[in-house]
């Protein structure tokens, strides 16, 4: 009788399965859900700094591939095209298969496919590829790594609770800039001194490393399988692709993505042949960007999960974005016609060019948890593929776009035309009826 009231006593202290209760609240399973951001960070910053880290050495690109601007922005926007095509199929064997083993063969399959680039594809004073060689390298760079996001974010998804996902995803969104940050900072300068070779090899190690983290770390939360779980319970309502307000927010996502991609892909050039900016200033403006954005996205998501406000959030970016890349393009437009001018507006060019970029790229993790709410955690991998679609898109359609853009209407014409893709998404981004 002792021996079952001793046992009815230690049953009285143990959570029953399911009910998440302030004993494990704090258990070693709920605060491994850090290593799991830590994962989703430290893969997306991998991705990150090859997808923006590479057109951030496009000065180098240009000159050691010997790439007209065309030529320069067809290979750059084929990488945002391989991401874009590869994004949907990915995030959808993310809701089959589940996100560890997408996550680990997407990093393990980039990392050694930089390194074949690392060996063969870079410029020598024997050889230099052409623009097709580098084109399609790039191109099946960027399908390999269209698998990161879904996978990663359906992990956060799954590890975090209503409340707090805003965060969690708004911290996994910094890896973006980190990553970028860390590209513009180190790339072009290593591009410049030691060339392509060590710029490719180190883009291959950092996914190397993120993979053996996930590796070592990734796996679901137990609270899966016990009865009455809700983290990854199937949702109720139209599936993911049939959802309009889920294809709403991901052509919002778009949308606003446009003018981020053109400060991205060719902020770089903008600040060598119209401003005359160096290396060095042209990294450190890159980098200011990028830092802003990270600051940016960790402190909306913490106020949006306060508040409640993702949508109302997301349309003031949209508003301040455009207005923005409109002051920017004016400013230019101004030092344009009055040469007199030039150089003493070229220090606010700057400033103004790293204001928009911070304004375009601080909703990040905002969105992208409003979508996967909308979505539901099963199915959060499509849903964050599908956007990534169309961000991907906007790395392929911009690049491209903008030798053409500066034919016709040169330097203000590009920042006024990203100004008029920022307003474009305000109105989409309304709260549902």
């Known amino acids: 009788m002792s021996v079952i009231a001793t046992h009815a006593n230690r049953l009285q202290g143990r959570p029953r399965p399911g009910i998440v209760t302030s004993a494990n609240k704090a258990s070693p399973d709920r605060n491994h859900r850090w290593k799991v951001l830590g994962i989703g960070v430290a893969a997306n910053a991998s991705f990150s700094a090859t997808f923006a880290g590479i057109p951030a050495t496009a000065v180098f690109l240009r000159s050691g591939y010997h790439l007209s601007n065309g030529n320069l922005g067809l290979v750059l926007g084929l990488l945002g095209l391989g991401v874009a095509l590869s994004e949907l199929p990915w995030g959808l064997l993310t809701d089959r298969w589940g996100d560890r083993g997408v996550l680990l063969t997407g990093l393990g399959a980039t990392a050694a496919w930089l390194l074949l680039m690392a060996l063969f594809i870079v410029p020598s004073m024997a050889y230099v590829p052409g623009v097709a060689m580098l084109a399609a390298c790039l191109l099946v760079t960027g399908l390999l790594g269209g698998s990161v996001n879904g996978s990663s974010g359906r992990a956060i998804m799954a590890w975090f609770h209503e409340g707090e996902r805003g965060f969690a995803m708004s911290i996994r969104q910094t890896a973006v800039p980190l990553g970028g940050g860390l590209g513009a900072l180190v790339l072009p300068s290593l591009a410049s001194v030691h ?163 911070i304004s375009v790229s601080a909703w990040h993790g905002v969105a992208y948890t409003e979508l996967a709410t909308l979505a539901g955690a099963s199915r959060a991998g499509t849903a964050l593929g599908l956007a990534n679609s169309f961000v991907f898109i906007a790395f392929f359609v911009v690049p491209t776009a903008i030798p053409g853009l500066l034919l016709v209407w040169s330097w203000p014409g590009v920042w006024l035309v990203a100004s008029v893709c920022a307003l474009t998404a305000w109105p989409i981004f309304l709260r549902p009826a």
């Not at 508040?307 to 207005?323: K, Q, T």
Request: with cysteine; net charge positive; charged share 10%.
């Open 195 to 357: 060339g392509f070779a060590l710029v490719f090899g180190l883009l291959a190690t950092l996914n190397a490393v993120s993979a053996l983290f996930a590796w070592r770390w990734l796996h679901q939360p137990p609270e899966i399988d016990l009865p009455g779980s809700i983290a990854m319970a199937r949702p109720v309502g139209p599936a993911t692709l049939r959802n309009v307000e889920v294809w709403r927010i991901a052509t919002g996502i778009g949308l606003l993505c446009f003018p981020q991609v053109a400060v991205l892909t060719f902020a770089s050039v903008f600040l060598h042949d119209f401003a005359g900016m160096g290396t060095l200033v042209m990294s450190a403006s890159l980098a200011a960007v990028q830092t802003g954005a990270m600051v940016m996205r960790v402190w909306s998501g913490r106020y949006t999960d306060r508040h409640g406000n993702r949508r109302s959030f997301l349309r003031l970016c949209s508003v301040s974005s455009a207005a923005a890349f409109a002051a920017l393009g004016l400013l230019v437009l101004a030092a344009a016609t009055m040469p007199g001018s030039h150089a003493a507006l070229m220090p606010a060019i700057a400033v103004l060019l790293v204001v928009a970029g």
